[in-house]
């Protein structure tokens, strides 16, 4: 494949997030939002006290959740009965974004 200076806009990156009792973390595949640099720095700034569903839809269109819609509703659902799952999105996003990987 050739290389693309404009990437595209969105891309898939799978977040893994703690299920409490589980041994594995369950997987849910993200559909994120291609930002610049400078909109990433953009929305780090504005990111800061936000709530964490305003902060994921700004970074991320749709998910493979069955019977949940990827909206407020759905988000607020993940948020509230996965503590780890709005840090764990957002690292995700931003090692796909950037290319870091997360560990050893």
């Not at 494949?1 to 595949?29: D, L």
């Not at 939002?33 to 902060?55: N, S």
């Amino acid at each position: 494949m050739a290389f693309k200076i404009a990437p595209n806009p969105t891309f898939k990156g799978k977040v893994h997030i703690h299920v409490p009792g589980e041994a594995k973390p369950a997987v849910i595949t993200f559909v994120f939002k291609h930002k610049t640099r400078a909109q990433l720095d953009e929305f780090q700034a504005w990111a800061k006290g936000k709530p964490d569903e305003d902060v994921i839809q700004e970074i991320a269109e749709g998910w493979d959740v069955e019977g949940l819609e990827f909206d407020r509703d759905g988000l607020t659902a993940l948020c509230q009965n996965h503590h780890s799952a709005p840090e764990r999105i957002v690292q995700a996003y931003w090692s796909e974004l950037t290319g870091a990987r997360l560990g050893n």
